[in-house]
């Protein structure tokens, strides 16, 4: 039973560009949420989705990030006009139902030159 | 705003030793209580939970106990292993069944 997977595990990015950052939950799978980690700290909540609905938004800043969760296909985390304060380790996390006990991805470490 | 606060930053111990971290949270509210396990270039992976009804949990060589009156958990490794060494992450739940909040890490090093 594969995890939950996360791609790219690294991708770096110029200011101004565009990061899609993709996520796969595990098989059976519905619920998906984002955190965003900076060096020595810890996650920080983003975004929480079901298929086809954003449930709750309330950690991911109004402009430049937006995410979706379609019927088909991975969770995708977009960030428009990167600037580095976005460097920073991003993580997804997916659950079968809505629920504290999360299963984390290996993380998307997002690089803004 | 919710916090959590964990304590210490790093510790290192000697393999075989014990080692204790600790988290106070701030949310009277809060009713579950997990501990991640992160290596490096890894996501968090969950060790142990618990929840509030419960004062202490264990699973082999972890335990996590909790105080709700003082609003604080603490998680407990004994006989500690090289493969134990990892930064350690504990949370709180607050407002809803899903958000929880983070401590800001402990480096565990584990000294042969």
């Known amino acids: 039973n594969a995890g939950v997977m996360q791609n790219p595990r690294h991708l770096v990015r110029r200011r101004g560009q565009e990061a899609r950052l993709r996520c796969s939950p595990m098989?059976?799978?519905?619920?998906v949420y984002w955190y965003r980690q900076l060096p020595e700290e810890g996650l920080k909540f983003m975004v929480y989705l079901q298929k086809e609905n954003i449930i709750d938004e309330s950690g991911m800043p109004k402009e430049r990030f937006s995410a979706e969760f379609p019927k088909e296909g991975p969770s995708i985390l977009r960030i428009q006009q990167v600037v580095r304060g976005d460097s920073a380790a991003y993580f997804c996390?997916?659950?079968?139902?809505?629920?504290?006990?999360?299963?984390f991805g290996p993380g998307t470490r997002l690089t803004v030159t | 705003g919710e916090n959590v606060e964990q304590h210490p930053s790093t510790l290192s111990v000697q393999e075989g030793d014990s080692a204790v971290i600790k988290c106070t949270y701030s949310?009277?509210?809060?009713?579950?209580f997990p501990w991640y396990k992160q290596e490096l270039g890894k996501g968090p992976q969950l060790i142990i939970d618990i929840r509030s009804n419960v004062g202490e949990k264990k699973d082999q060589r972890i335990a996590v106990t909790l105080n709700k009156t003082a609003k604080h958990f603490s998680l407990h490794i004994t006989e500690t292993q090289p493969e134990d060494s990892a930064v350690y992450f504990c949370?709180?739940?607050?407002?809803?069944?899903?958000?929880?909040?983070w401590g800001a890490g402990t480096k565990l090093i584990i000294k042969p």
């Open positions: 949370a709180a739940s607050i407002r809803s069944n899903y958000q929880l909040i």
């Open positions: 996390a997916s659950s079968p139902q809505q629920d504290y006990e999360q299963y």
């Open positions: 949310d009277s509210a809060s009713n579950y």
């Open positions: 098989k059976g799978h519905s619920h």
